[in-house]
């Protein structure tokens, strides 16, 4: 990892990028955020998550990043986020719902947009030829072939990119198999679900609920404000 020194001067412009102490007791400077470009994180939560998909060990997997990202929006966010979710007996989601109470820093905002943005073509059809490359699929013919990756390529680039590679490598480790278009679908919604939700949950915000008023406050009587003045006035030599 960069030091302190080294990383600034890798940087055409100043980030705000917390500091993390090492055991050895040096102190470095976390990479420059590429979520989203250019604008300096707003909270700690947002910087971790930034921090996660640059690095290239994470290599964009999608489970990581959902996990990030939950774990980031809890840290920022606090008891002001509620997220409900219905799971399967194989603990697969089902569905998602989140809501957040309160303002919303319009750059957690774009950070979403950023992990639920749609693919480039070109990216997803190699994740797709890779996959055909790797599993068992019936003799087709050329054309076959690329009419086949082309429908799973148009169909798949909904998706984030992270996503569709997680997915498509995932099988391919898993399956003897090339998958029906519906099944690698299916996956994909599982890993969006969530994103959709928390996106959702910052775009409209609910507004924060007042506390209801204690039983045991009552509001004073015109008269007891009146003898609380009179005694003021009193103490003080005020007529």
């Not at 001067?9 to 917390?18: Q, R």
């Not at 700690?44 to 990030?68: K, M, W, Y």
Request: aromatic content about 6%.
């Amino acid at each position: 990892m960069p030091t302190e020194k080294g990383a600034q001067n890798s940087v055409s412009m100043p980030m705000n990028l917390p500091l993390e102490t090492m055991g050895s007791g040096t102190t470095t400077m976390l990479a420059p955020p590429s979520l989203p470009t250019g604008t300096v994180p707003s909270s700690c939560g947002l910087a971790t998550l930034r921090d996660l998909v640059q690095s290239p060990e994470a290599r964009l997997d999608a489970h990581t990043i959902n996990s990030q990202l939950q774990a980031s929006l809890k840290q920022d966010f606090g008891s002001r986020l509620a997220i409900r979710g219905e799971y399967g007996p194989d603990f697969d989601c089902r569905s998602v719902s989140a809501s957040v109470t309160g303002g919303v820093d319009r750059r957690w905002v774009i950070a979403l947009e950023r992990l639920t943005a749609p693919s480039r073509g070109d990216r997803v059809a190699a994740e797709v030829t890779r996959l055909r490359s790797l599993t068992i699929k019936r003799k087709e013919s050329e054309t076959d072939l690329e009419l086949s990756i082309g429908a799973f390529t148009e169909e798949l680039c909904a998706y984030p990119f992270d996503i569709v590679r997680t997915v498509c490598r995932s099988w391919a480790r898993n399956n003897k198999f090339f998958p029906a278009l519906c099944e690698v679908i299916s996956e994909c919604e599982e890993l969006m679900r969530p994103r959709r939700a928390y996106l959702q949950a910052l775009r409209t915000p609910a507004l924060l609920e007042r506390k209801p008023q204690s039983d045991e406050y009552q509001k004073p009587t015109e008269a007891e404000i009146k003898a609380v003045s009179e005694m003021v006035g009193k103490h003080f030599g005020m007529d």
